[in-house]
């Protein structure tokens, strides 16, 4: 998760060493005061980001086989869900 303070590192600085790593096909982010995961996905040599916003949402992560509710992600965070 990352906050508002991290926020510039994490999807700057950090994510550019990040894109070093060759195996590297997948970056997220998720938001901890609200529901919004951004995901970051390498296709065909290129970055797409994809935004998920609702809890009904489904963050499909083809690198691992896996698809996550973001329910499942926030269901500790009841301030967030209701």
Known sequence: MFSPSTEV??????FRYYQELA???EYI???QDRIRV???RLAKMQWVQIEFQAPE??????SIGCELPLQ???RRVP???S
């Open 29 to 31: 982010l998720v938001l």
């Open 9 to 14: 590192y994490d999807k700057g600085e950090k």
């Open 72 to 74: 499942d992600i926030y």
């Open 38 to 40: 951004e995901h970051y």
């Open 23 to 25: 195996s590297l096909q």
């Open 57 to 62: 949402d489904v963050l499909p992560l083809a």
């Open 79 to 81: 301030e967030v869900i």
